[in-house]
């Protein structure tokens, strides 16, 4: 017999229900032809990595040095963490050290080892709503339980419902920003409160809860929007990336954490985070990739055609007579379920298929009542897309 808990999560009914409606539009595409099919349901994005990532492949695969391919320390090459300790000086301006980074397979990897490092039995881990579903996983998977923490109208952070939300055994919060599937991003003084509100909660319990930084849309915003360091102003804080949206390589599974070099007891963290690589399985990130990473992290992008997709698809919504909230980076919109479902957005996602339109239900991003476009796809499928969700909306 399979493992109860396991069993459970299966049959869940929202258990793995982008990844669902991912495999429905590969059928629906056969089906009804792909021009034909609106799939917005996976964060899988079709801008093609930059130049100089394809040359650092290009390079890196012309190695034939002796061991090119076998172990190395399970944080990683020295070279990849000597780049990723740059770039998250610079995000976060304060200087940050190889010896602070851990290589990781995906963003993914990163969290897990980081969660388990931290967290014991019956501890808690808040997450402001609504945030990525595989949270409850990642939390659930170590004996601890994550907690909801309801966020303001417009999806900023509530500091009265963090402080209610906190407890004796509350071990982390996980900021995400900008925020998968809102588009939201945190602005300093957000952060600044946010810090208050931990170390008075600290102060008077003894423990102070870590600030996860989960951030692979750091570097997708909108308007000149920035994301704010966190490093400068909260010690007991770590950021978990990957570059799987920026670079557009969801699939070659590279990522980093760095811990930041304030933090207490900073080896002993480090060291837990690289003994989880192992314990988990991982036991090091992609080799090949990180050498690709260590030469070409620094690529420039252009994001414009993220921006300019965002705001072809609200124009879509305005038509269709959605009501959404405006991103402020990443590449979600998301978006009310109109009036008449009662908040019923699995419901909803069910009736857009009949139009051939795939979205992600809110409710498995701890956000009920709503739905996730991702708008990562082709142009064309966002403008041909209008006259379906006009046809879904005022039909039911």
């Known amino acids: 017999m399979i493992s109860n808990k396991i069993k459970e999560i299966i049959e869940s009914p929202s258990n793995g229900v982008i990844r669902k409606m991912f495999e429905e539009g590969v059928v629906l595409k056969k089906k009804y032809g792909e021009d034909n099919v609106y799939d ?14 394809l040359d650092a492949i290009k390079k890196v695969a012309q190695d034939t040095s002796h061991m090119c391919h076998g172990y190395m320390p399970n944080a990683g090459y020295s070279e990849a963490r000597m780049a990723m300790a740059k770039k998250t000086s610079l995000e976060q301006g ?41 949270y409850n996983h990642y939390v659930r998977n170590y004996g ?5 923490v309801k966020t303001n109208d417009d999806f900023s952070l509530n500091m009265d419902n ?19 599937p809102t588009g939201r991003i945190y602005t300093e003084d957000e952060i600044k409160k946010l810090a208050e509100v931990l170390n008075e909660h600290g102060t008077k319990t003894g423990r102070f809860p870590y600030i996860i930084c989960d951030e692979p849309y750091r570097a997708i915003t909108y308007d000149g929007q920035k994301v704010a360091s966190v490093f400068p102003l909260y010690k007991n804080s770590l950021v978990v990336t990957s570059f799987a949206k920026n670079l557009s390589v969801p699939g070659e599974r590279i990522g980093y ?28 990130a992609p080799a090949f ?32 007579g959605l009501k959404y909230s405006r991103p402020q980076g990443a590449f979600y919109l998301f978006v009310k379920v109109p009036d008449g479902w009662n908040d019923d957005d699995l419901a909803f996602c069910n009736h857009l298929k009949k139009f051939n339109i795939l979205c992600a239900p809110g409710s498995g991003f701890a956000g009920k009542g709503w739905f996730r476009i991702a708008y ?11 006259e379906a969700f006009k046809k879904a909306v005022e039909s039911k």
């Open 162 to 180: 963090i402080k209610a939300a906190l407890s004796e055994k509350t071990a982390a919060i996980i900021i995400n920003s900008p925020n998968n």
């Open 40 to 53: 917005f349901s996976l964060g899988n994005p079709d801008l093609d990595p930059p130049k100089e990532v």
């Open 289 to 320: 990739f990180q050498k690709v990473i260590a030469k070409s992290w620094n690529s420039k992008c252009d994001y414009s055609l993220y921006e300019k997709r965002c705001k072809e698809i609200m124009e879509v919504m305005d038509y269709a």
């Open 257 to 284: 954490i760095a811990v930041n070099p304030a933090a207490e007891d900073v080896s002993m963290l480090v060291s837990a985070c690289i003994l989880c690589t192992r314990i988990l399985g991982f036991v090091n």
């Open 94 to 134: 304060v200087d940050v050290f190889a010896e602070n980074i851990v290589m990781s397979a995906g963003a993914a990897a990163a969290l897990n080892c980081v969660i388990k490092s931290l967290v014991n039995e019956g501890d808690t881990v808040l997450a402001p709503c609504p945030y990525f579903t595989e």
């Open 376 to 386: 990562c796809v082709a142009e064309k499928t966002i403008l041909n897309s209008r």
């Open 144 to 148: 601890a339980e994550i907690i909801p």
